[in-house]
T-cell receptor
Framework: QQQVKQSPQSLIVQKGGISIINCAYE??????FPWYQQFPGKGPALLIA???DVSEKKEGRFTISFNKSAKQFSLHIMDSQPGDSATYFC???WGQGGKLIFGQGTELSVKP | DTAVSQTPKYLVTQMGNDKSIKCEQN?????MYWYKQDSKKFLKIMFS???????INETVPNRFSPKSPDKAHLNLHINSLELGDSAVYFC?????????????FGPGTRLTVT
C-alpha cells in the first residue's frame, strides 16, 4: 500500500511570501504526482502535477520540486496571495485504475 | 455547463435510514470515483468504476453499494446509516491510463447522520 505524509498541517504566510508544503511517499510509482487545491465548500481541483522522471515543474507562481531518491516532493507558491488561501493536498499514484493516495492536507492562510 | 454534478448537496438523516447520492459527469470520461472526506479533511478513495465495471473497491463496509448505470453516472447507496458515516462524499471522474491522476471532482454531498 502507498502511504503519503504531508506537512505542515497548517501554514500562515504573509502576502508576497513563499508558501512551501512538503510530501513524502513510501512506494515508487511511475505515474504523475499531482497537487490539488480545495476551497471551502468546494471539491478539490487539480493544481499542478509532475512526472516522476522530472525534478521540477513550474506553472506561473506554482512550482513542484521532485526528489525521486528521497521519495519526496514539494509545492512552492511564490508571491503568495490571499486568494491562494485554501487546503492543498498532495497525492501519489498507486496500483491500477487511477487510484490516488492523498496526503493529510495543508490549510494555507495568506494574510494581507 | 457543470462538469461533475452531485445530488443532493446536503443530506441530513437519522441513524438506521437508507440514502442515495447521485453523480453525473459530462466530460466524456470513462472512469468515475467515490471519495470520502472526513471532518479532518482526510480524503480517501472508496470505489472506482471504468465503463460501468468496478475496478477499485477499498475496505468499505458493505452497507455502501455503488452502482454505475452507464459511464456518465455513478450512484452511491448507503444502508443502515451510522453516525460514523457523517462526512462529505465526493464524486470524481477522469480518463483511465496516463491521465488518471487528472481527476475532476464534484461539489460534494455533506451527509450528516443524527
Amino acid at each position: 500500500q502507498q502511504q503519503v505524509k504531508q506537512s505542515p498541517q497548517s501554514l500562515i504566510v504573509q502576502k508576497g511570501g513563499i508558501s512551501i508544503i512538503n510530501c513524502a511517499y513510501e512506494n515508487t510509482a511511475f505515474d504523475y504526482f499531482p497537487w490539488y487545491q480545495q476551497f471551502p465548500g468546494k471539491g478539490p481541483a487539480l493544481l499542478i502535477a509532475i512526472r516522476p522522471d522530472v525534478s521540477e515543474k513550474k506553472e506561473g507562481r506554482f512550482t513542484i520540486s521532485f526528489n525521486k531518491s528521497a521519495k519526496q516532493f514539494s509545492l512552492h507558491i511564490m508571491d503568495s496571495q490571499p486568494g491562494d488561501s485554501a487546503t492543498y493536498f498532495c497525492a501519489a499514484p498507486w496500483g491500477q485504475g487511477g487510484k490516488l493516495i492523498f496526503g493529510q492536507g495543508t490549510e494555507l492562510s495568506v494574510k494581507p | 455547463d457543470t462538469a461533475v454534478s452531485q445530488t443532493p448537496k446536503y443530506l441530513v438523516t437519522q441513524m438506521g435510514n437508507d440514502k442515495s447520492i447521485k453523480c453525473e459527469q459530462n466530460l466524456g470520461h470513462d472512469t468515475m470515483y467515490w471519495y470520502k472526506q472526513d471532518s479532518k479533511k482526510f480524503l480517501k478513495i472508496m470505489f472506482s468504476y471504468n465503463n460501468k465495471e468496478l475496478i477499485i473497491n477499498e475496505t468499505v463496509p458493505n452497507r455502501f453499494s455503488p452502482k454505475s448505470p452507464d459511464k456518465a453516472h455513478l450512484n452511491l447507496h448507503i444502508n443502515s446509516l451510522e453516525l460514523g458515516d457523517s462526512a462529505v462524499y465526493f464524486c470524481a471522474s477522469s480518463h483511465l491510463g496516463r491521465r488518471g491522476y487528472e481527476q475532476y471532482f464534484g461539489p460534494g454531498t455533506r451527509l450528516t447522520v443524527t
